[in-house]
């Protein structure tokens, strides 16, 4: 009996410190968020009142490239991937420096017209301010893991205004296919109480229930899955040519800043030639999508995916989420006009779906779902997210993320190791099933 009181003891005391750990860094996020989010929106009103800002791009890239090499490297490319590296390779250790000059250098990017998302920003904020509360109070490097994940939800919480979807995101992105329970309550109070301080200040969030309401059908749900798998092919052609033209770029025996101002010139013809729509974060677009102001052409989602690739592989720095929601709104909406049902529906699914997919993210991608777009939708973004997860393979937008599944018994994998050194090849016993469905549809035809 004693035992187990003092069990009990224990565990309540517990809830008692991570409750307190986590409010202070649901706090800290949020502050830091807030700062960023409203210096990010001066920045881009200000370049905004000028026709040709996008010139600019050269220089912002170079000038990023030159601060993160000399005062800040962890800070370089789109944040979450840098976090989850520290998470799993240094115990969450984060240099301090990260937070300003992070900071400064995704909004140099967005507000020059550069391709990307500011969730990474936030998150990468949030868990270096994490990681320096843990080594201001000298705790154990489990510790500190926990606190860097909260800083990461509270991050993705408090910029999306998604408070249980953020919490989730940061439990979800670590591992493909496994989830920390054990840091659930410490990360769902920090994105909840991060977003809250947001709103108190003024932060502002789009938040659009689905007026359309679907009609369950056998039609209907064949479409939802045919939706899914069209997302996670989406998905798939995102990710392998961001790794194709990163590992490129890498490739060129030339000076670094001589590749900035390269790519840099590269996108400012594509701008001048193209269009300035796939330029920054894009929000307009993919909310006019939602509101059914709007519909895509069939290349956005194509050209928000080399804008991005070119931004993030040439210097530019920010997050890869806030892209990925405009290139998956853009592909919901063609979908949506292909097979002529409602644009805003088939948006809200994409968008979340290419999340799901791209970033092995199927249950807060699902949850982001219901809490941006109502329950109507929810079911339905649902099927769509998981058949996107699993239609995108073992490959993902964050190289760090640990493999802890296989998405089919038919495919050999190494489980355990980082996502990008994971080789996939498809079993014998596979690839005989394929030969055998292959031969029962040709006769049945």
């Known amino acids: 009996m004693k035992e187990r009181f003092e069990e009990q003891t ?41 026709k040709y800002y996008y010139l600019a791009l050269p220089l912002s890239f170079l000038l990023c490239t030159w601060l993160i090499n000399n005062l800040a490297p962890e800070s370089k490319g789109h944040g979450t ?3 989850i590296e520290a998470v799993h390779k240094r115990a969450g250790r984060i240099k301090l420096a990260v937070v300003p000059i992070k900071l400064f250098t995704t909004i140099v990017t967005i507000a020059s017209g550069g391709s990307v998302g500011k969730e990474g920003p936030s998150g990468q904020i949030g868990a270096a301010l994490s990681s320096s509360f843990s080594d201001l109070f000298r705790l154990n490097d489990t510790d500190r893991r926990k606190l860097v994940i909260c800083g990461i939800s509270g991050g993705f919480a408090a910029v999306f205004g998604t408070p249980i979807s953020g919490a989730i995101f940061g439990l979800e992105v670590l591992y493909v296919g496994g989830i920390m329970y054990d840091v659930m309550l410490p990360s769902f109070i920090s994105g909840i109480v991060a977003f809250h301080i947001c709103s108190i200040f003024g932060i502002t969030y789009f938040h659009g229930n689905i007026s359309f309401v679907p009609v369950f059908t056998n039609a209907f749900f064949l479409i939802i899955i045919a ?21 490129w770029v890498k490739k060129w025996k030339i000076n670094e800043y001589i590749k900035n101002l390269t790519g840099g010139l590269v996108l400012i013809l594509l701008i001048y030639f193209v269009s300035t729509k796939y330029c920054g974060l894009g929000i307009d677009v993919i909310q006019n999508e939602l509101n059914n102001k709007q519909s895509a052409f069939w290349y956005d989602f194509l050209f928000k995916m080399l804008f991005t690739i070119i931004t993030l592989s040439f210097g530019g720095s920010g997050g890869v989420v806030t892209p990925i929601f405009f290139i998956g709104a853009a592909a919901g909406s063609f979908f949506a006009q292909v097979f002529h049902l409602d644009n805003a529906t088939f948006a809200a699914i994409g968008m979340v779906s290419l999340l799901a997919g791209a970033a ?11 809490e941006l777009f109502g329950s109507v939708i929810a079911p339905y973004a649902a099927i769509s997210c998981v058949i996107s997860f699993l239609m995108t393979g073992h490959r993902s937008i964050y190289p760090s993320q640990i493999l802890s599944m296989r998405k089919t018994t038919s495919v ?31 006769f049945r035809k």
């Open 412 to 442: 050999n994998v190494e489980m355990g190791q980082e996502i990008h050194n994971v080789e996939a090849s498809v079993k014998s016993k596979g690839r005989y099933k394929l030969y055998r469905f292959w031969k029962f549809w040709k």
């Open 81 to 83: 991937e840098k976090v």
């Open 227 to 247: 939706g899914g798998i069209a997302f996670g092919s989406v998905s798939f052609l995102f990710i392998e040519s961001f790794r194709a033209v990163d590992k």
């Open 360 to 370: 092995n993210t199927p249950i807060a991608a699902s949850i982001m779902g219901l």
């Open 10 to 50: 224990t565990i309540f005391f517990s809830i008692l410190k991570w409750i307190g750990l986590a409010v202070i860094i649901g706090v800290l996020t949020g502050g830091s968020t807030t700062l960023f989010l409203k210096l990010l929106n001066i920045s881009a009103d200000f370049t905004g009142n000028y």
